[in-house]
């Protein structure tokens, strides 16, 4: 079925660093959604992506859709300890049907 | 408030019982998905319902079932045919399939012993 790569699988940074996480798809994306997981805790939705081109920011955080609509970028400016955690691409679609999650990118941060 | 509740945090059973773990939303939503997520890995389907009374497998249902006979509630119980059924599931809801954000319950940690 349809799947999303995501790269880094991990990400080491100082405190301070930009951080910057892809999903790739081979496919054209109807949407895009990137969710945030906390260690320990449950994925809260960050963004969804929709036309092609997109850019997004919230704060620090930079959203980008393709002009193809295969592949999303977050890039995080200035990484904060609180930014720690894991950042999922998600798509609705792949083999099930169903709201299908890129395996993630977990950023680690040190002081 | 509004949200969505997994009951309970975590959950203890024996090699060879069936559980089955609680996923209730007062959002109105009608899309309700279960995953499963396993220690520093992503988060793969294992059921999905759009609507009440419909359900359908994800990449990972077998070994699972689930049943939507109300909007609010959507159980998935872990059989005995599950061969690794420790894991950390996350229950979430979403106005519909796919176009809005999904709400995620707490999550429920599985250990099978």
């Known amino acids: 079925g349809q799947q999303v790569m995501q790269i880094p699988q991990y990400q080491h940074v100082q405190e301070g660093e930009d951080f910057t996480t892809y999903c790739n798809s081979s496919?054209?994306?109807?949407?895009i959604q990137w969710y945030k997981q906390r260690p320990g805790g449950h994925p809260v939705f960050l963004i969804q992506?929709?036309?092609?081109?997109e850019v997004k920011k919230q704060k620090r955080l930079t959203f980008q859709f393709g002009e193809a609509k295969k592949n999303s970028s977050l890039h995080i400016t200035a990484t904060q300890t609180t930014d720690v955690g894991t950042y999922f691409c998600?798509?609705?679609?792949?083999?099930?049907?169903?709201?299908?999650f890129g395996k993630g990118t977990h950023l680690i941060i040190q002081p | 408030d509004g949200g969505i509740t997994q009951s309970p945090k975590y959950l203890f059973r024996k090699e060879g019982q069936n559980v089955t773990l609680s996923c209730e939303q007062n959002?109105?939503?009608?899309?309700m998905y279960w995953y499963r997520q396993d220690p520093g890995q992503g988060l793969r389907l294992i059921y999905y319902?759009?609507?009440?009374?419909?359900?359908q497998k994800g990449d990972i249902a077998e070994g699972y079932s689930v049943s939507r006979e109300k909007k609010e509630s959507f159980p998935l119980t872990v059989t005995s045919a599950q061969k690794n059924p420790t894991a950390f599931y996350l229950c979430?809801?979403?106005?519909?399939?796919?176009?809005?954000?999904?709400?995620f319950g707490q999550g429920t940690r599985l250990t099978v012993v």
């Open positions: 998600t798509f609705m679609g792949g083999g099930a049907d169903g709201l299908t």
């Open positions: 959002l109105n939503h009608d899309a």
């Open positions: 992506l929709v036309k092609s081109g």
């Open positions: 319902s759009q609507i009440v009374n419909d359900f």
């Open positions: 496919t054209t994306l109807s949407n």
């Open positions: 979430a809801s979403s106005l519909d399939r796919g176009n809005t954000e999904a709400f």
